[in-house]
């Protein structure tokens, strides 16, 4: 730290970002990414004319992705924001609406209690059931913004409607925002009640189901008012926060849905498998609702299967938490990386 | 507004872009991006195969970029901080070291006043004076962070080292930052004083003499130390700031170098020729230093011109500000270009 730093950002602990391994060859089950590439139509979009036109600042409005998106889920042009991925819509929607504070699970994705420390909030957070299971009762009349990862992440459980509805009766003058990162993978979104409650803001990513994770794309949904409040933060901060070309790939993907919608009936298809697999192995964990699957084994330490892996050339993600630290965050990729895990997972269990 | 937007944030004027129009065939002179395309090496990154990495996300630390820029301006990796745009930077700056205030001056970049008001700062706002000149006592023992636009926009003037490094001197306990958008077009850098002034911060940007302003990529250089501060702050946000493909084409660009240089010095020599012809015409403004000038005529107002160019499809920037309302600030295009745009002020001056 220098001696010039603002005092208020001292304390900070930024967001630890999954590993980006510099070996090759090392498959990469660790931040949840697609094993497919992006639709046909967004290949054939980075090309010379493409690159060319990066001369030129994009569109700060992102009209035409708001336009297919808006279009894709039914919705008008202003009540949805295309930002430059789903951390940035977040960061907007921690500072647009956490003058009461926050609340959040005490296992969740962990840039919420990053921003709320950057943003100096102050923080209630709802701790898990011990099977990681989110009990809705306990989100009612915080009296301040709710973020709930839906499904969760890392546990991977997902929260009905009816629940969410109820949390969101039970939350009228405070904004409730469901982080939807891996709601395609075969779950209900809850973008269409944007119109029955005010206070409801869906965010979702391009990271994850729409293979994009390298454009950064994100975007929120909610009524014309939040989308409005947002719009203004976004541009008081960063208006051009998507590539041009990024802007362009964005727009293809959406178009192309049915694509990546057979894509995830293929990972949750993977997913299905592996979990059997794994369970055979003695490795369990909560239902997964995602692209990735929450496992600990009945008696290896989630380090020894952490290291075990890594050994043979797969990383997965583990974390150092005490009450997750058991486990081990494993990204589900096509069925041949599935068996090269699942063979993996045999030799560790077999050799210890 | 929503009821449930923060009052924080009530009173926020969000930074207004230069227009994105959307009739083609336009000649658009109103944001400064460069009139030549990205270099052969650049262009040929995008294709098919960075399309289909575009499913993984980038190098959150963005290594390679900041490696190849490190080489590029003769620092070492841990002194210069790749971004998504160098408005990210120019924000991590403002949020780190402005606890005491910020001052800048009364004509600059319009964002430095949108980010003081976001984060509630105190300003102290420095005027220009009467020729748009900066007079470096000005900015003496100021007390807080001071933000220098070198060469300033929209004027166009730069102030020399030895004027830079006097308040560097004058204001050796606070950070004094440097944004160098403008600095390729003529100028020399400070880049190389950030070993001697451990306050100064430089901030470039590629969407200017790097013809990458849709790929959005800047950079800060100073010592390690304030790179670090910036770093926690950058990760604490938006660690994937930079799009996978975006970080392929800098790369690309900064090795390419000798291209960009080239296309400065054409664009210098139009904007010569440019001035010379227009001051025939009765137009006159500050010396530019950069690849826009700012001009006003002898009898014809502000919104005048830029109305008389746009009915010639020609589109350039104007500011509503009392103090320079009756300028029009053009960004330098090609030769072709700049004499559509003298043809056109030749009618507008002729026919009134």
Redesign the interface.
């Known amino acids: 730290?220098?001696?010039?730093?603002?005092?208020?950002?001292e304390q900070?602990?930024?967001?630890v970002?999954?590993e980006?391994p510099k070996e090759s060859g090392l498959l990469?089950l660790n931040?949840n990414?697609?094993?497919?590439?992006?639709s046909p139509g967004?290949?054939?979009?980075?090309?010379?004319d493409?690159?060319?036109?990066?001369?030129?600042?994009?569109?700060?409005?992102n009209r035409e992705l708001n336009r297919v998106l808006a279009g894709h889920y039914g919705l008008s042009a202003d009540e949805v924001m295309a930002t430059?991925?789903s951390?940035?819509t977040l960061?907007l929607a921690f500072?647009?609406?956490?003058?009461d504070g926050v609340a959040f699970a005490d296992e969740t994705y962990g840039f919420y209690g990053?921003?709320a420390?950057?943003h100096h909030l102050d923080v209630k957070l709802i701790p898990l059931a011990e099977d990681f299971s989110i009990h809705p009762e306990d989100y009612y009349d915080l009296g301040r913004e709710i973020i709930l990862a839906n499904p969760n992440a890392p546990t991977g459980l997902y929260l009905k409607r009816e629940a969410i509805e109820e949390i969101l009766r039970h939350n009228r003058?405070?904004?409730v925002v469901v982080d939807e990162a891996y709601v395609d993978f075969g779950n209900e979104s809850m973008i269409p009640l944007i119109h029955q409650y005010?206070?409801l803001l869906v965010i979702q990513t391009f990271?994850k189901s729409r293979?994009?994770?390298?454009?950064?794309i994100g975007f929120a949904a909610g009524?014309s008012?939040?989308i409005?409040?947002l719009?203004?933060?976004?541009?008081?901060?960063?208006?051009?926060?998507?590539?041009?070309?990024?802007q362009l790939?964005g727009v293809k993907a959406v178009e192309e849905s049915s694509y990546y919608r057979r894509n995830c009936e293929k990972i949750i298809a993977a997913r299905e498998w592996t979990v059997r697999e794994l369970n055979q192995l003695g490795f369990h964990g909560p239902d997964s609702h995602t692209n990735f699957i929450f496992v600990s084994h009945e008696h290896l330490t989630g380090q020894e299967v952490y290291e075990g892996l890594r050994a043979r050339g797969i990383l997965v993600r583990h974390f150092d938490r005490e009450r997750i630290k058991n486990y081990n965050r494993i990204s589900i990729g096509t069925m041949e990386d599935m068996e090269r895990l699942v063979a993996a997972m045999k030799e560790i269990v077999t050799n210890g």
Request: charged content about 25%; hydrophobic content about 30%; some cysteine.
């Open positions: 730290m220098s001696r010039f730093l603002n005092g208020y950002y900070l602990k930024p967001y970002p999954g980006i990469k931040t990414e697609s094993p497919y590439p992006p967004v290949l054939e979009c980075f090309n010379r493409a690159a060319s036109l990066q001369r030129l600042y994009g569109d700060p409005a430059g991925g951390d940035e960061e500072m647009a609406y956490s003058q990053v921003f420390d950057l003058d405070h904004v005010e206070n990271s293979s994009l994770a390298g454009a950064r009524n008012e939040l409005r409040d719009e203004r933060l976004r541009n008081s901060r960063n208006p051009y926060d998507i590539s041009r070309q990024s790939a």
